[in-house]
């Protein structure tokens, strides 16, 4: 089955940037979309089709996409940023949906 | 505003059945897709499966395959995530979330406690 593929952790200082990738095969034809999720809370939407941002999520947050990797970029990390990300995108059919296993990103 | 409203925790014994309810509001129910996210405690998220409330279509995950079915009551805005033949290891937070236009998962309900313990 399809997988999509981050590093279980990520650590930055406050004030750096962090970035976090997931590697998919699948990537250069299904949009790929990033969560964050706070300890008791359900996942929040941060990014969408690879690069948008919805409102309310804050500027410091963005997205790419390079070929088989999409990357969630986090400029001037806060406190507020730690937190597990998601990605998810489909598989190349786009009839299933796929979750990455989740990077814990912890701010020093 | 707009939000989903998940039914509250679950205790079940081994081989029951749980059925999940999630109630759409502030937003037309039939107009998005709902799916179903499960996250064991301390894992990752697993997409279930979905449902477009309109038509009642639904496509689900290969490992759900006939243990999971979708339905809804458009006269509730609501819809329910039955799982069946429970194990120890469906022990999870379910989550319902809405499908936007964009394809994201732009509001997800509070989530669910599903115990499987005998």
């Known amino acids: 089955s399809y997988e999509l593929t981050q590093p279980p952790s990520v650590s930055v200082s406050p004030g750096q940037t962090a970035r976090i990738t997931c590697s998919g095969d699948a990537l250069p034809k ?13 996942p929040v939407l941060v990014i969408y089709k690879d690069s948008e941002r919805p409102s309310g999520i804050p500027e410091r947050f963005s997205g790419s996409s390079s070929g088989t990797t999409v990357t969630l970029t986090i400029s001037g990390v806060q406190a507020e940023d730690e937190a597990d990300y998601y990605c998810q995108s489909a598989d190349s059919s786009g009839a299933s949906v796929v979750f990455g296993g989740g990077t814990k990103l912890t701010v020093l | 505003q707009v ?19 999630c109630k759409a509001s502030g937003y037309t129910f039939t107009s998005y897709d ?3 996210v499960r996250q064991a405690t301390g894992q990752g998220l697993e997409w ?19 243990r999971v079915t ?10 329910y995530m039955e799982l069946s033949s429970l194990r120890s290891e469906d022990t999870a937070v379910y989550y319902c979330a809405r499908k936007d236009i964009e394809g994201a998962f732009d509001i997800w309900g509070q989530g669910t406690m599903v115990t499987v313990s005998s």
């Open chain 1, 30 to 42: 299904q949009y790929a979309y990033w969560y964050q999720q706070k300890p008791g809370q359900a």
């Open chain 2, 70 to 79: 979708m339905t809804r009551n458009t006269s509730i805005s609501t819809a």
């Open chain 2, 34 to 36: 709902i799916n179903w």
């Open chain 2, 48 to 66: 279930m499966g979905w449902m477009n409330p309109n038509s009642g279509n639904t496509g689900y995950a290969q490992k759900f395959q006939g």
């Open chain 2, 3 to 21: 939000q989903l409203v998940q039914s509250g925790a679950e205790v079940k014994k081994p081989g029951a059945s749980v059925k999940v309810s």
